[in-house]
Structure formats: C-alpha cells, structure tokens
C-alpha cells in the first residue's frame, strides 16, 4: 500500500476514534450499550442462583381487601410471632413502618410490635433517604445492624440494572442494602465467607467483588438513582425458577403452617400494583412478565446473587476496571479495543475493492465483534463495551470509503486529464466507462462523417524551419484546430505530422438519420471555423517572420469500424473502413488544378456527395463534378464548400 493512504487510515482511524471517545463521554452511547447488555443477559447463562434459602410473604391485593392498607400493626405482630416460632434465620420487612398503622389513639398494638421487633434481632426494617424518604421503624431506630437502605439503582432509562450492597451516608457512613443484611445473616449461619478486604471489595466465597462505579464505566453518563455506595451488575439469577411465594393472609389464619422457614430467609413487602413499587427490569422473570418486577422480588434477586456467588453456583458478571481493578490500565485496555475495531473498519474499506467483499467483510466484522464480546459477557462475565466499537468500525469504514472514492475520483480526473490528451474527452470517457469489459469488446459498426486536413506545403515548410521553431509553431497551429474541433464535438483520431483524422458521430453509435445528419453539418461547420481563424494565425506568423500556411479539408460521411485495435499491451483507438480512406482521397484531390488548388491563406473545403445529401441547404457550394480518386474503382461526386449561405 502507498505511503499517503497509509497517513490518510491513520487520520481518519483517529478521528473516529476521537469521535467515538467523546460520545462515549458525553453519554450519547449509553442507551445502545445498555440495550445489548440487555440483549446479552437474555441470552447468557451465568448460573442458577439458589432459591431455597428465600420464601416470600407477600401482601397482596385480596390481602388488601381482607386487612385494609397498609397492613395493621396488629396483623404484621401476628405475623412476626408466627415467622419466629418457625425459625427463619433472617426476616426482612419491606414495608413501611416509620409510624403506627393505623394512627389512632389506642397504641397497643404499636406498642406490642414494637416489643416483638425490638426483641428479635432476626428482624430488619428499612429506610430511604433522598425522593420518597422514610424513617426506619421507631423500635429499631437505634439498631443500626437492624435497620437497612431500601434504595434501588433505576438507569437513564429506568431500568434496573444494578445493586446496591451499601449506600454512603455522610462522611465514613454506610448503609447496609436489605439484601446484604439478609444475605449476610444466612452466610454466616452457614459459616460462608463473607468480608470485605477494603472498602470498595468484597469477598464472597472463593469471589472478589470489587465495586461497580458508574463514572469509571465509560457506560454510564447519565446521573439517575443513587450516585455512590457499593454497586455491582445483577445477572437476575432466580429469574427462571422464581422464589417460593404464600400469601400473607394465609400464614395469619394459619393455612400455610407446612412451610418450612428453619434457617432461611423471609422476606415480607407488597404486590399490591396500586401500591407503585412495580420497576423496570432487562428481563422477563417468572414472577411477573413484559420486563417488569415487584420491588419485594428485586431484593429477592439480589440475595440470590450474594450467597449464588458465595457457593460458587453462579459467576459475577463485571466491567474491564472491576476484572483489572486498576481504573487507569481498564480504561486503556477498553480504548485499545475501540481503536482496534475502528483501524479494522479503515481497512476493510482501503483494502477491499469489490463492494461485494465489502458488504461480506463488514458484516463479518460485526458478527464477530458481537460474538466475541458475548463469548466473554456470557462465559467469562467481562462486559467489554460492544456500541462504541460498532460505531467505531462503522465510522472509520465510512470515512474511508468517503476518502476511497474522493481518491478515486480525483485519480480518475488526473488520468482523463493524461488520456484526454492522446484522445479525445469523449473516446476516453467512453473508454473509461467500459474500462472493465473493454479487452474483450469487438469492433462497432456506425455510419459516421470523417475529416482529413492538411497543411499545403508542410514539407517545404518543414525543411526551412530548425526544428525548434518548427515544433513552436506547428504547435500554434495545432492547439487553435484542436480548440475548434472540440468547439463543434469532434474526436481527433490521430495527429499525423501536420495532418489531422477527425471524426463526428463516435465513439457512441448514432441511431437516427437526424443524427448523422448533424454530425455532417458539424464536420462542415468546423472546417468552415478553420478557414475562418486562418488568417489571423497567419497574420501572428507574419510578425513574427514565420510562414504563411493554406489548408486542404476532406469530409466523406458512411459506414465504418469504430473502437480499439491491439492488444493489453500496446492498443489504439481507431477507425477501419472505406468512408476514412475516402474522407483522406478527398482531401488530396487535384492539388495542383487551378479551379481548386489551395492558396496560402486559403482553406479549401471538399466535401463528397454523401455528406453533401447530409448538411441541407444552409451552405453555399459548388459541385466539383464526379471525381476519380486514388485507390477508387468508381468516381464520386464532390463539392468545393464556401461557406454558410
């Protein structure tokens, strides 16, 4: 590959690279990564999270109807006693109970709910700060083990993709989330591993989780949900088998008393829709479908992670600075691959001509970004990004091709310019456009008009001039008759000497009679052009003590073999036929008689009787009679042109 296109890749790779990197930071990106991260998790397996250790209470619409909203303090007591007396290890509340329900003067059953929440340290409430705040319930307001943040984590688009395992609450402060409480208590009565080696790391069994930050993603940019805290990628193991879910009316009129709580975990919170904790979710799960999920359910899912991930039954899923844990040597590692993608789709574009090729190579290059990228996210859990290479690879093929075809363009106005030179604009346009199929075409038969002209008395001329001058001043000559030939569309065959074969009518076919007819009063019309510019050439010439010249024309119009002569290596475009050699006799014809010689400042115009029946009467003529020409079996007429009538 040349030099130049090699600089030209380097540019535009970095360019759209560049490009690619400001999106990236401005967050016009973050939707399309986070519907193919969607995408992936759908399609991914990374293991089954454990189910068993959860059962849901759930209070749902019928319990609404049978208990009222919110449930009555009296009702939730009732429950505690009966989830306590069947040994759960972890009861978590997601209800809010920042005061008695309902608020009425008699407190005793606030006061007996509170004793049972303050006497039993298996239990957890929530908070939240921030939009929709709510204390935590007065009887564990100063238990912090017992008190946990119910915030979730909704994107740009309020979906829920992340967890929450502790949110900052001033300086040195955090919350411990509703799942890693309850996570938490169950792996530590079943003597799993679970510490947390520095702030932003936790080890779960034989996983380090390092925490997932947002701004070191590179995916998101859009500030939405909870800004802080220790966050990581849910994967939605449960989701497939959902969770063992009874009805919280049932447990209170003792209907479910085979339920099995020894040593697990209860979680108790709505699914009354009208209650408004129904959120988004990249997933359809059991539970619920069209992508959507109960709060209750989410923090389900997230307890099924944790102790999923402590057992080794699941894999974690993280970005490349959660895998590394160097921010710095991440963000290379993901601008490397970008970069990497972006210089693959220059050079598909400089490398492959074929659009065909290029169609096959550009999809091939996407099919296997996206493969690779899911073989990680699925097999390694790496989320490597996956949008910004795309766009990419896109950007750099598309710069390319601009660059490619502005090159070849400009490349092919070069070689026109070169060409045009050795034949006419025409010839070679039509050249160019059958370029491909041009080896293998045949000679075309077209009637067209051919024009000889020639110096009187070059030889002479030639002989008295050194050649310098000679070359100066033929080229005078020349550049005016090749400014008038293309003036009235002719194409100029070949230069002989001072001689020039000129036709009208090629290198495309004429298909009508009203065609060749004005192709004949072309050719008519630009002899009479020559003889027109005539003296003022010689009237140039004579000043500067140069010779004075006259010219002869021939025009013969018919039939004739238009195309290329030759082989690959060494070809001509040329004309084959009697009508050419006609068109030359004609030109040479009685040079020495006095009715038609040609003077020094003359140009006689002879034109055969073909081409006479062809230009109409808007010419003033002379028939010259039947003329016997050189090499003819038969004569032709002939007619001496004046001019235009």
Known sequence: MERRPLIVLAFLTLLASFLVLLLRTLGLLEGAELKTYDAYLSLADHGQG?????????YTEADETEFGFPLPDEHLADLFEVLTAKGAVAIGLDLIRDRPEPRTTDQSAFERLSQIMRGDPS??????????????????????????????LPDGDETIRRGLLHISEGEDTNRPSLALLLAGRYLAANHAIIDWPAPEQLQLGEHLIRAFSPDRSGFYRQKSGVDGGFQFLLTFPACERGFERHRLGDLLRNEAN??????????????????????????????MDQGKMFGLHLHGHIISQLIGLANGSISPLETTEQKIGNTLIAGAIDGAWIWLWTVLGGLIALLLSSPLWMIGSTLAGLLVLTGSTFLLFSEAGWWLPVAPPALGF??????????VMTHAKAEREHIMALFSGVVSKGVADSIWQRRDQIENEALQLMTATVMFTDIKGFTTISEALPEPVLGDWLNDYMAAMVDIVARYGGVIEKFAGDGLTIEFGVPEPRETDAEIEADARSAVDCAIAMAD?????????????????????GIHTGPLMVGIIGSTDRWQYSIIGDTAN??????????????????????????????????????????????????????????????RA
């Not at 204390?135 to 946990?148: E, M, S």
């Not at 010259?624 to 002939?638: N, Y």
């Open 258 to 287: 085979d339920i099995d709580l020894q040593g697990r975990i209860v979680l108790v919170g709505n699914t009354v829709r009208s209650a408004k904790d129904v959120i988004d979710v990249p997933l359809d799960c059991a539970d």
């Open 533 to 553: 510019i005539l003296p003022e050439l010689n009237a140039a010439w004579r000043q500067k003590e140069l010779p004075e010249i006259g010219i002869r024309v």
């Open 50 to 58: 454990p189910t068993q250790p959860l059962v849901m209470i759930e």
């Open 582 to 643: 006609t068109a030359a006799r004609i030109e040479g014809y009685a040079k020495d008689d006095p009715n038609l010689r040609c003077d020094v400042g003359h140009c006689r115009i002879l034109i055969s009787d073909a081409t006479f029946q062809r230009i109409g009467t808007g010419y003033r003529t002379d028939s010259v009679g039947e003329a016997s020409l050189k090499g003819k079996a038969s004569a032709i007429g002939v007619h001496l042109v004046h001019g």
């Open 394 to 403: 896109a950007l750099a093929l598309t710069f390319a091709i601009a660059y």
């Open 123 to 152: 239990i957890v409430g929530i908070v939240k700060g921030g939009t929709g705040a709510f204390g935590p319930p007065p009887a564990l307001a100063d238990k912090p083990l017992q008190i946990a943040s119910a915030a979730i």
